[in-house]
Structure formats: structure tokens, C-alpha cells
């Protein structure tokens, strides 16, 4: 009531309201701002997931496809010779017959891959410091100028060499196969797409390489209706020069495609720069004399710079010597207060190790700073501390060599039956073509044209049926016992090469022929697949370089020495009597299948580390 004596009614500001009463009040607005503010925002960040999704997709299959076609290049220049190295053999050495080439014949298929063992492992350590990329692009560049020099060749020797020396310059597979286990970050649905698609390039170039090489080698001779023009001159001079070119033009694409689509996936911290590859290479050249006259002096020196040492701690000043146990204390008292106390100790010297517990209570000007700074800065140097203990685990798994991969169990197991089946493998593919070409009766007689037409056909069922059937028992089976299955199947049926002669028509034949061989190479790409993921999975991503180089050491014996296998196997199954000439080709196939079986042996040996879910699928224990 105010002072004229009448009612005063008291006037109620909603602070809230707008002008429009039935608006709802403002803290309900800001509610509802926020609330598509943050839908906003996730919708944003869902965008950003997607577009990252898509980008990474993008670049692992570029570098995917990339890998796929510097295997299939590096394939095609090992196989497109083994359907005309005898006839090039014959062509080179005056005097050979169909019959006694075969020696001839693997001593010029094998030569690549024995060029490859004396280089694979370093290619391995050159991966692990100058990157997957450089290794893939000079091992593809290389072959390209090998491949042309090779179709000059014009004599036996010169073929040889070369052959060797592209071998020497090739790392491919080494590190195709660790990049596609590294650029999967970990997806092992992506790791299993990823290396069957490459590794299957593996069984594509096995195909095409024989196809192309038998329909194209001597090219005049077989194809007489054909005007070569002006190069009929150079092709009657070097005969096998027109597969060599194609396989020249592949190794130029793969490389166009490593350096626009290859993501590098060794870390940066690691990677030394390509453009000190040749300047590194003449010092470690230059160094060898020093390095072995100090491996030979090395320990009495060892013993000398001890005892330096020792005099050093000996007569060290107070000032030094309370510094060195004041960092020494910093080591064990922060390993203490962090529970971490084996590692710290592992780095810190034999004085301190005897004297833990003293460091832990001895009174020191330090002490109190170092237990403050502690308990300051624990999240700091918790992070530093396990920094630290990272890095020297991973210098430890860097200085990763032969002796201590091999006393991996696992791996050994993985590299014998990788090493057993690439031989007997090698040697079935060797041993077709001199089956197909002999002229005896335990032969097909055929020529090239005909190796080559089969080789396409097995081709066709490989393209179609490949992938699927390795995707399909991924998803199945797992694992193990895809890698196990397919063992089975990839050189075991050679068994059946033989029947062949039974068949009446050259038509059967080869029909017969192409489906056989192409079972075969479905199933030898898919446990290749398959054991190359469960030997990359064995050891610490570090180590897969290094290990794919030790691999590819084994495997270059088994590609080298089974060609050479295979062309004594059937000089001897044809021409010394040890069997009647007619069942030669039982006895070759019953030694080549008797090898498969072994590997697979060797391969089911291998543990399971997989189960199987409710829903059908495998999964790692």
C-alpha cells in the first residue's frame, strides 16, 4: 500500500518470457540450441570418420593394386622362362637334344633364384632402413633393363649371369609382403583381402608367365603366317627377345605405379633417406677390411678399453661421483615409485644394481628435490619412463637377426614348411614343361605354342576361381585350416599328370592339363596366403622385414635348386634306364608328388591359434 492509501500490486517480471506468451521460456531455447549444436556436431564428426574411411580405403587399395602389380611383374620375368629355357638352351649349346636339355634347362631357370639367395636377407635389412618403397621401386626398375639385356642374350654364360644378377637386384617379395600386413593397421579381415589379392599375383604370373613366354619365344619359327617386317632379322638372331620385352613393359608399369600409389609404412623415425643408399653402400664396401681386422683384435681390445673404464670410475672426482649417483638414485627411485622396477634397473649400472636398496634410503642433497619432482610431475614421467622402456624394446626387436628369429619355434616350423613346399612346388612347374616337350614315350611331344595354350587355360580357371574360393575359406574354415587344405592340394594332385597320356585327343589333353595345374595353383596361392599372415603374426612388427628377408633366402634355394631338381629328374627318368622310357613320366610325378606331400606334412604340424565363433566364424585366441 503506498502513501495515497491504495493497494500496490506487486508486478511480476519473468525474466524468461518473450512477448508471446505461449513461447516457451528461454533456458528450454538454449536447451534445445545445444542439443542441435551436438547432433550437429556428431553429424560432423561422422562426416569426418567417413571421408577419413573413404581416403584410407583409397590409399590401401592404390597401394594394394600397386603391390599386386610388382609381384605379378617380378612372377612373370621368373616363370615366362621356363616353357622355352630348354629350347633356348638347345638353341644356345650346339648339339643338345629334347631329351638331354633338361639339366641345361634348370641351370638357366634356377640361376634367378640363386641370385636372390645371396641377396634376400640384406634386401630385408635394407627394407627395415631405407623403406618398403625404395626396395619395391628399385627392385622393379632393375628388372625392367635385366629383362631386355636378357632376350639379347647370345650364349649360355651371358644368359646365366644375367639371370643371376636380376635375381641378386630383386627384393619384391620381401617387401610387398610386409607392407601388405603394415598397411592394414591391424585389420586382419583387410590383412586376409590384402594378401590374397597380392599373393595371388603369385599364381597369376605363375600362369600368364608360361603362357606368354611359350606362345611368343621363337615367334618366327612358330608363327610362320605372321610379317614381322623389319624385325624379323632380330628376332631370328635372338628368338626368346619378344616375352623379355613384355615382361620389360610390366616391371616399367609396376614402377609408375609404386611412385604415385605406394604408401611408405616403415615409421618415419626410422627411415633413412634413399639418397644414401649408394654412399652407405661404398662405406660398408670400403669397411669390411677394418671390420674384419677388428673382429679379429677384438678381444684384447675389449679387454684393454675395460680396464679403462674402470681407472676412469676409479679416479673421478667427488663432484662427478655425486652427480653419477644422483642420476643413478633418479633411475631406481622413479622405477620404484612407478612399480616398474626390473626395467629400470636392467638400465642402470652393476653398482647400483648391488646397492638398490641403499639408493632407495640413502640420505643425499637430492633426495628430497627428486621425490618432489616425482610426485609434481608422475604423469610426465610415467609417460617418459614407458617412452623410454618402448624405444629400447623396439631398438632390441630392430637388432633382430638369423639366430635369434630362428629360435622362434613358431617361426621355424613356418619357414621349413614354406621353404619344403616352395621347393617341391618349383620343381612340379619345372618338370611340365619337359614332360610336355619330350618326344620319347613317356612324353607329350608338344611345342611351345601348346605348353603356352594350357598355361592359359589354367590361367582362366585361376582368374575365376582364385579369390573367391580363398575369401570363402577365410570366412569357413579360418586360418589354419585354409592354410592346411590348401597345402594339401598344391602339388599332391601332380600325381595325376600322367593319366594324360591315356587321353586320345590333343583337345582332352590339354583341357585335362589346364584344369589339373590350375587346381594346383588356385590352392599353392591360397596356403601362400595363408602362411605368409600366420608367419608375419608370429613375430613383432619390427622383425617382418628381416623375416621375410630370412624366408626369401630359403625360398630362393628352393626356386633355384628346384628347377635344377627337376631338369635331372627327368634327364634321368628318360635316359638311364632306371625304369622303362614309357613310364618315365610315373616316376617323375611320383618323386615330385611325394614332396608336396611331406611339405603338407610338415605345414599340419603347424598349430591352430584360431577358434571358431557361434557365428561361424575364426577368430585369434
Known amino acids: 500500500m503506498n502513501s495515497s492509501g491504495k493497494q500496490t500490486i506487486p508486478r511480476v517480471v519473468n525474466y524468461g518470457a518473450t512477448d508471446d506468451d ?35 580405403l583409397h590409399s590401401h587399395t592404390m597401394s594394394s593394386l600397386a603391390l599386386c602389380s610388382s609381384v605379378l611383374s617380378m612372377m612373370y620375368l621368373l616363370m615366362s622362362a621356363f616353357p622355352y629355357s630348354g629350347f633356348m638352351a638347345m638353341q644356345l649349346i650346339p648339339g643338345l637334344t629334347h631329351e638331354s636339355a633338361g639339366t641345361y634347362a634348370g641351370i638357366l631357370s634356377g640361376s634367378f633364384m640363386i641370385g ?41 654364360p651371358y644368359a646365366v649371369c644375367v639371370r643371376f644378377f636380376t635375381g641378386m637386384c630383386n627384393g619384391t617379395m620381401i617387401a610387398a609382403r610386409v607392407s601388405v600386413t603394415e598397411l592394414a593397421k591391424g585389420n586382419h579381415d583387410l590383412e586376409a583381402r590384402g594378401m590374397g589379392l597380392v599373393m595371388s599375383m603369385v599364381g597369376f604370373g605363375m600362369l600368364i608367365g608360361p603362357a606368354i613366354g611359350g606362345v611368343l619365344s ?54 633413412r633417406s634413399p639418397k644414401h643408399f649408394v654412399p652407405d653402400a661404398m662405406r660398408w ?32 672426482d667427488d663432484e662427478d661421483s655425486e652427480s653419477a649417483s644422483i642420476a643413478e638414485d633418479l633411475k631406481i627411485i622413479e622405477s620404484h615409485h612407478f612399480g616398474e622396477v626390473g626395467d629400470a634397473v636392467a638400465m642402470s649400472t652393476r653398482s647400483s644394481r648391488a646397492s638398490f636398496s641403499a639408493a632407495l634410503h640413502r640420505p643425499s642433497r637430492a633426495r628430497s628435490s627428486l621425490l618432489s619432482t616425482l610426485a609434481t610431475l608422475e604423469e610426465g614421467a610415467k609417460k617418459s619412463f614407458r617412452d623410454s622402456v618402448k624405444s629400447s624394446g623396439d631398438e632390441t626387436h630392430a637388432s633382430a637377426n638369423i639366430s635369434s628369429l630362428m629360435a622362434n619355434e613358431r617361426v621355424r616350423e613356418c619357414l621349413t614348411s614354406y621353404w619344403c613346399m616352395t621347393f617341391a612346388s618349383t620343381a612340379a ?45 577365410m570366412k569357413r574354415l579360418g586360418l589354419h585350416k585354409t592354410m592346411v587344405y590348401s597345402g594339401f ?25 589346364s584344369i589339373l595345374n590350375g587346381i594346383m595353383l588356385i590352392f599353392f596361392s591360397n596356403w601362400n596366403a595363408a602362411l ?30 628346384g628347377p635344377l631338381f627337376a631338369g635331372i629328374l627327368v634327364t634321368l627318368s628318360y635316359t638311364s634306364g632306371i625304369v622303362p622310357t614309357a613310364f618315365g613320366s610315373i616316376l617323375i610325378y611320383f618323386v615330385i608328388s611325394a614332396m608336396g606331400f611331406g611339405a603338407f606334412v610338415l605345414t599340419s604340424k603347424l598349430e591352430d591359434d584360431e577358434v571358431i565363433t557361434e557365428d561361424g566364424s575364426a577368430q585369434e585366441k
Not at 135 to 148: E, G, N, Q, R, W
Not at 291 to 309: P, Q
Not at 435 to 458: D, H, K, N, Y
Not at 489 to 513: C, E, Q, R
Request: charged share 20%.
Open 285 to 316: 664396401l670400403g669397411g669390411l677390411p677394418s671390420k674384419a681386422w677388428k673382429s679379429l683384435t677384438s678381444g684384447r681390445n675389449s679387454e684393454n678399453e675395460s680396464g679403462g673404464e674402470y681407472d676412469a670410475v676409479d679416479t673421478t
Open 116 to 156: 636372390r639367395l645371396f641377396s634376400a636377407y640384406p634386401w630385408g635389412v635394407i627394407c627395415d632402413r631405407y623403406g618398403r618403397k625404395f626396395v619395391l621401386l628399385f627392385s622393379t626398375a632393375s628388372s625392367a633393363i635385366l629383362m631386355v639385356a636378357f632376350g639379347f642374350s647370345y650364349s649360355f
Open 429 to 473: 612347374g619345372e618338370v611340365f614343361p619337359l614332360f610336355a616337350m619330350a618326344r620319347s614315350p613317356g612324353g607329350l611331344g608338344v611345342e611351345e605354342t601348346a605348353i603356352g595354350v594350357i598355361g592359359a587355360g589354367s590361367g582362366l580357371l585361376f582368374c575365376v576361381c582364385q579369390y573367391f574360393i580363398f575369401a570363402a575359406s
Open 218 to 271: 621363337e615367334p618366327v619359327t612358330q608363327h610362320p603366317d605372321v610379317d614381322f617386317g623389319a624385325f624379323e632379322g632380330v628376332l631370328l638372331k635372338f628368338p626368346f627377345l619378344l616375352p623379355n620385352l613384355i615382361g620389360a613393359l610390366l616391371s616399367a608399369l609396376a614402377t609408375m605405379q609404386i611412385i604415385f600409389s605406394v604408401e611408405e609404412t616403415l615409421p618415419e623415425d626410422k627411415l
Open 532 to 561: 605368409t599372415i600366420t608367419q608375419n603374426r608370429a613375430v613383432d612388427p619390427s622383425e617382418r622385414a628381416k623375416l621375410n628377408g630370412l624366408a626369401a633366402v630359403g625360398a630362393s634355394v628352393g626356386r633355384g635348386g
Open 22 to 56: 505461449d513461447d516457451e521460456p528461454s533456458f528450454a531455447d538454449g536447451g534445445k540450441s545445444r542439443r542441435r549444436s551436438t547432433m550437429s556436431n556428431i553429424r560432423q564428426s561422422m562426416v569426418n570418420i567417413a571421408e577419413q574411411t573413404r581416403e584410407a
Open 489 to 513: 592340394l598344391s602339388v599332391t594332385p601332380a600325381i595325376f599328370i600322367p593319366l594324360s597320356l591315356l587321353f586320345n585327343t590333343k583337345a582332352g589333353v590339354m583341357t585335362y592339363l
